[in-house]
């Protein structure tokens, strides 16, 4: 038998709410485009299963995962939806694609060439969507393979082998809208679906837009927009605030406190002595750490709630422990102590632990994990 243990909880109704929110948002039930929700990396760390199972009763068109891995773990599970994967390695399985009806991603003539090795091998033809680098310099044809590509898919698709289900790009800089980029991809997409056609390919989706261009830019819409960070209730951009979209965060990390205890002035807290108590004070240890997924350079610098007051972390954040500063409180061992959240209990959200450490939202959520259990709930109170 084990006290309480520190805890992610899920809120299944926010990611629905979510959803909701952005089919909403980009017009999908009155002819806007489609809505993929993005549930790669574990889905953000919220549990990839129960999120796509959540965003499926939600009423989203697709979901999206990087790896064939993660599309075929879905089909596992029972899901049956539309489903596409993007990132594949040489000697990737895609005939267990192809049988699991899963739409998978070509780069590059290579790639289109193992496809339909497979699908031919599998006497099935496949769903394929081509992906064009239109300026991220990631994955994807650059322009000046696209011709080869597209005429190759094209040939492909005369023959049976393939459908060419698709064709995307991906944004450098959405979260930035006044960056010149995304004009620059915007156009360069354009003309690469202008190449498609001419070779005579007449994909169904086209689709260029994460969660900020989802939001932020209307032009790059098309056909379906690809929603991940927004799904789980974050900030798709600095300066738009979830309560400002509509979104409410689904995660919350919570532990319970290990002990309280008084400290003196000049004491120092924690390996290095990196902070030293510049009063007599009380200190409560958080019993986890950078093992946990609590990011290291969140030492001196993020908060946390604790019995309804924010409380700054003092010193180095370890490998299974932090300490913060209960300023003279003796709170009882077990109090919870909320590390992030909605936001609505005066606690920091997922933003400002980002913020405070120097990263995005997402790495806080799909990082956050080790000792923390995860649970799932719908609604109401954890
Ligand atoms: C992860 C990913 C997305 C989702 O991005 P968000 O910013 O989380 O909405 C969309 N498209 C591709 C190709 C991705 O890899």
Redesign the pocket.
């Known amino acids: 038998m084990t006290g309480p243990q520190p805890e992610l909880v899920v809120d299944l109704a926010a990611i629905r709410h979510n959803v909701g929110r952005l089919r909403d948002w980009v017009g999908a039930d009155a002819g806007g485009p489609q809505l993929m929700t ?1 549930v ?1 990396a574990d889905g ?1 760390g919220h549990g990839i299963l129960e999120v796509a199972r959540a965003a499926r009763d939600a009423g989203t068109d697709w979901l ?1 995962v ?1 790896t064939l891995t993660e599309a075929l773990t879905l089909r596992h599970a029972g899901d049956t939806g539309p489903l596409l994967c ?1 990132l594949h390695l040489p000697g990737e399985e895609f005939a267990a694609g192809i049988a699991a009806d899963v739409e998978v991603t070509a780069y590059s003539t290579g790639q289109l060439a193992e496809i339909v090795a497979a699908a031919d091998r599998a006497g099935r033809r496949a769903r394929v969507q081509l992906k064009v680098d239109t300026g991220l310099s990631r994955g994807g044809a650059t322009a000046a393979e696209w011709p080869a590509l597209v005429a190759a898919a094209r040939a492909a698709e005369t023959v049976g082998s393939v459908e060419i289900t698709g064709i ?1 790009s ?1 944004f450098a800089c ?2 930035e809208p006044g960056h010149p980029a995304n004009d620059a991809q915007e156009t360069a997409y354009r003309l690469a679906l202008d190449t498609a056609h001419a070779a005579g390919l007449r994909p169904r989706l086209r689709h260029l837009a ?3 261009a ?1 939001v932020l830019r209307p032009s790059a819409r098309f056909d379906l927009v ?6 789980y209730g974050l900030d ?1 951009a600095p300066g738009h605030t979830p309560a400002e979209l509509g979104l409410r965060p689904a995660m919350t990390a919570t532990s319970p406190l290990a002990l309280a205890k008084p400290v003196a002035t000049g004491a120092g807290v924690s390996y290095g002595h990196a902070w030293t108590a510049t009063a007599d004070t009380t200190v409560g240890l958080v019993p986890v750490g950078y093992g946990d997924g609590v990011p290291r350079h969140a030492s001196s610098v993020a908060e946390v709630l604790v019995a309804g007051k924010r409380r700054p972390i003092r010193g180095r954040v370890c490998m299974d422990q932090f300490v913060v500063d209960l300023g003279g409180d003796l709170p009882p061992a077990g109090t919870e102590v909320v590390l992030f959240g909605p936001g609505d209990q005066g606690e920091p959200t997922a933003q400002d632990w980002a913020e405070a450490v120097g990263t995005i939202n ?1 790495e806080i959520t799909t990082r956050i994990g080790g000792r923390f259990a995860r649970r799932h709930v719908d609604g109401g109170d954890r």
């Open positions: 993005v790669k953000y999206g990087a993007w995307w991906h959405a979260d994460n969660s900020a989802a690809r929603c991940g960070i927004a799904s798709p997402y």
